[in-house]
C-alpha cells in the first residue's frame, strides 16, 4: 500500500488556498485518508517526508521554460484540453504575472521533497477531463459545489473511496483529491496525458 498526496497549491502568500489530500492505494483503489486546508510550506514537507513509500502530485508549475514563454508540456497540454471542450486559458504559462510566484513555490517545494516522495505536476481539471465526458461538470465543478458532487460519483466509479463532504465545499480541496487521483494513475501507467521529464531543466513528468 503507498500514500498518494494531491496537493492544490497556491503562492507563497496566500497559503489558506493551499491543500493537500492524503489517500492510501494500491493498483486498483485508491482511498481518502487526511485533508489538510491552508497547508503551510512547512506542512508539505512534514507530510511528504514522513515515508519513502509516497507519490506527490502537485497542482502548480515545477518548472519554466528559460527565455520565458509556454514549456513544452504546456504547449501538449493545452492542445489536449481544448480538443475535448475546455478552455484554454485553464492551462497557464508559468512565468506569467498572474503565475510566477505559484511557480516559484512549486519549484522551491519540489526540490524539497524529492530527496523523500516521488513527485509529478498534474492538472486536476485535466486529470479527470480526459476521462469524463460530462463537459458541463468539468467546466463549473470550481465554481458550483453541485458538480463538485457529481464528479465525486465519477471518482467512486473508478476505484476512489471515501472522499468526504468536507472535500466538496472547497475547489481546493476537490482539487487536491484530484492530483492525488492524477498521481495514482500516473504511477499505475494509466496517464491520459503525459509529457516526460527532460531534466535538467524539466525534472518532473507532466501527467493527468
Known sequence: MKRFIGIDLSGPSNTKD?????????D??????????????????QQGKLTHNTI???DAPLSYQPGGGDRPADRAL?????KIGMRSGSIMTP???RMVYLT?????LSRTLSPHATIVEVHPGA??????PNIESI??????TEHRYQLKYFLEQDGVTGIPEKALESSHSFDACLAAYAAWRWEHGRSEFLYEAKPPFHPFDMSC
Open 18 to 26: 493551499t491543500s493537500i489530500a492524503i489517500f492510501h492505494g494500491d
Open 28 to 45: 486498483s483503489a485508491l482511498s481518502f485518508h487526511q485533508l489538510i486546508e491552508g497547508a503551510t510550506d512547512e506542512d508539505i514537507y
Open 56 to 58: 506527490i502530485g502537485i
Open 78 to 82: 493545452r492542445k489536449a484540453v481544448v
Open 95 to 97: 512565468t506569467m504575472t
Open 104 to 108: 516559484l513555490r512549486g519549484i522551491s
Open 127 to 132: 486529470a479527470i477531463g480526459l476521462r469524463e
Open 139 to 144: 467546466l463549473a465543478y470550481k465554481s458550483e
